[in-house]
């Protein structure tokens, strides 16, 4: 059974930084694909970034040149950098990993920009 653990969120100030970590129990390159997506209270879980097994990166529009996703490969783990955070990055977010015939999530993260 593949595992996604994530860790690193909490409660910062506008303007601060946070690093989430995505620890997967099996080879990251055995995914297709690993993501970050969030979901704020009342809204749809939405695509936040994506690594493919290629290493190519994507970002959604509302974080571009905020948030940075990486990985260890050697350690199975997938990070979020995220800078100048802001309060609607509040959410919880989720690590993803996606295959071609299966996905896996983690059980998610509290990120809360707040004074």
């Known amino acids: 059974q593949v595992q996604l653990v994530e860790s690193g969120g909490g409660l910062v100030q506008p303007g601060g930084s946070l690093r989430l970590s995505c620890a997967a129990s099996e080879s990251i390159f055995s995914f297709n694909a690993m993501d970050w997506y969030r979901q704020a209270p009342g809204k749809e879980r939405e695509l936040v970034s994506r690594i493919s097994s290629g290493g190519a990166t994507t970002y959604a529009d509302s974080v571009k040149g905020r948030f940075t996703i990486s990985r260890d490969v050697p350690n199975n783990t997938v990070y979020l950098q995220m800078n100048s955070l802001k309060p609607e990055d509040t959410a919880v977010y989720y690590c993803?990993?996606?295959?071609?015939?299966?996905?896996?999530w983690g059980q998610g993260t509290q990120v809360t920009v707040s004074l």
């Open positions: 993803h990993g996606l295959r071609i015939y299966s996905e896996y």
